[in-house]
């Protein structure tokens, strides 16, 4: 089974420039997640999606962030513009709602972000 | 607020013990999770826990206590590969995971 695919892996940018990250969940699950790590830190959430639905976004900085996830399956979060603070690790992360109420999250490999 | 606290560093010997605590304050409680983190690689379940108790799996054991918002990893027969970060969340009464900051756990030989 194919996990979670990110694109691109790597990213620099100069500041004020916009930037897109995709992502492509494990087959079948229906919620999706994005998050942003700062190194040393935990992930921090930017945006749920639960099949094409934002269900909690609250977190996300909606002045230069957003996200679309138009037919419930892979997603795209975009920043325009890039700020010297958005230099991160962007983690896409999906989960399938099951009869144990775990729903464990699997996570991508992340997109390093760097904006000079 | 809500909080996850775990301490940043420790420091054991391969082949032996080693036990991670987590704390957590949290607006409800619906489970707690343990993630490991290679350096520049993603988080990877590792443990669930909903009840009290300890949960074995393998090398790894779990133990959670709701009425103390406590949590702890064990990790035994300490190898090399092990040297990771290690993230304890706990999922909140609106289902949203809260994360600690993570635990850098460092092995030497």
């Known amino acids: 089974e194919a996990g979670v695919v990110q694109s691109p892996r790597y990213k620099i940018i100069e500041k004020k420039q916009p930037v897109a990250f995709w992502c492509n969940p494990i087959?079948?699950?229906?919620?999706l997640y994005w998050y942003l790590q700062n190194l040393g830190q935990g992930p921090e959430l930017l945006i749920r999606?639960?099949?094409?639905?934002?269900?909690?976004d609250s977190q996300l900085p909606k002045d230069r962030f957003s996200a679309e996830r138009l037919k419930g399956v892979d997603s795209t979060l975009k920043i325009q513009p890039a700020e010297l603070g958005d230099s991160a690790v962007y983690l896409c992360?999906?989960?399938?709602?099951?009869?144990?109420?775990?729903?464990?999250?699997?996570f991508g490999p992340g997109t390093r972000l760097t904006v000079l | 607020g809500q909080n996850i606290d775990q301490p940043t560093e420790m420091t054991a010997t391969e082949g032996a013990i080693v036990q991670i605590n987590c704390t957590y304050q949290?607006?409800?409680?619906?489970?707690l999770f343990w993630y490991q983190q290679h350096a520049g690689e993603a988080p990877t379940f590792l443990s669930y826990?909903?009840l009290d108790g300890l949960e074995e799996k393998g090398r790894f054991s779990s133990f959670l206590s709701r009425s103390k918002g406590y949590s702890y990893l064990l990790l035994k027969e300490l190898q090399m590969k092990d040297s990771a970060s290690y993230l304890c969340?706990?999922?909140?009464?609106?289902?949203?995971?809260?994360w600690g900051a993570g635990t850098k756990l460092i092995i030497k030989p």
């Open positions: 992360a999906s989960s399938l709602v099951d009869r144990t109420g775990r729903n464990e999250q699997f």
């Open positions: 087959s079948g699950h229906n919620t």
């Open positions: 999606y639960e099949n094409e639905e934002a269900v909690d």
């Open positions: 949290t607006s409800g409680f619906n489970g």
């Open positions: 826990n909903v």
């Open positions: 969340a706990v999922r909140d009464s609106n289902y949203q995971l809260i």
